[in-house]
T-cell receptor, first 112, second 114 residues
């Protein structure tokens, strides 16, 4: 089955700096890669996703890049703000249904 | 917050006891899921249901059981066969069981063993 590795497990940045979280996947059939954000005490919410026919997608301060050859994808957050502090999960799906394999999560802390 | 509701928020299980976690959604979604969240291990899929009266094992189904008798409800039973049940349990739903569908999560149930 699919295996998703996520790094780093914790990340501290100063407010206004950029943050990058990286994930690798094992199943070359995977074609959908969402990112979920879980703030402390709250439920995970989808923040951005990318499909395998696209190399990059942006939504305001958030962007995701995908390298199918290397089987890795990354989340980029620019101009970080305190409200970006949360746990971020990447995931991958091989298609044929909505079964997601999640990474282990990254605790992002944005310091003032 | 609305849409998908989990109860209780906290649950305690005694040795040898079965406990049931509730998950209800009013989003008219076909697909529902149960995930287990442990520190440092992300979200792992326990069971999923593509449509009412159907359910399939996920990656860590041993010691758990589910039912899907109504579209809006997908309860999870943690049986005495689950030897390490302490975890945070998240229920989710999506409009359909197809790739790329956004998951909507409940607020979770923290299960602990007495």
């Amino acid at each position: 089955g699919e295996n998703v590795e996520q790094h780093p497990s914790t990340l501290s940045v100063q407010e206004g700096d950029s943050a990058v979280i990286k994930c690798t996947y094992s199943d070359s059939a995977s074609n959908y890669f969402p990112w979920y954000k879980q703030e402390l005490g709250k439920r995970p919410q989808l923040i951005i996703d990318i499909r395998s026919n696209v190399g990059e997608k942006k939504d305001q301060r958030i962007a995701v890049t995908l390298n199918k050859t290397a089987k890795h994808f990354s989340l980029h957050i620019t101009e970080t703000q305190p409200e970006d502090s949360a746990v971020y999960f990447c995931a991958a799906s091989p298609g044929g249904g909505n079964k997601l394999t999640f990474g282990t999560g990254t605790q992002l802390k944005v310091e003032l | 917050d609305g849409g998908i509701t989990q109860s209780p928020k906290y649950l305690f299980r005694k040795e040898g006891q079965n406990v049931t976690l509730s998950c209800e959604q009013n989003l008219n979604h076909d697909a529902m899921y149960w995930y287990r969240q442990d520190p440092g291990q992300g979200l792992r899929l326990i069971y999923y249901s593509q449509i009412v009266n159907d359910f399939q094992k996920g990656d860590i189904a041993e010691g758990y059981s589910v039912s899907r008798e109504k579209k809006e409800s997908f309860p999870l039973t943690v049986t005495s066969a689950q030897k390490n049940p302490t975890a945070f349990y998240l229920c989710a739903s999506s409009l359909q069981w197809i790739t790329n569908e956004k998951l909507f999560f409940g607020s979770g149930t923290q299960l602990s063993v007495l």
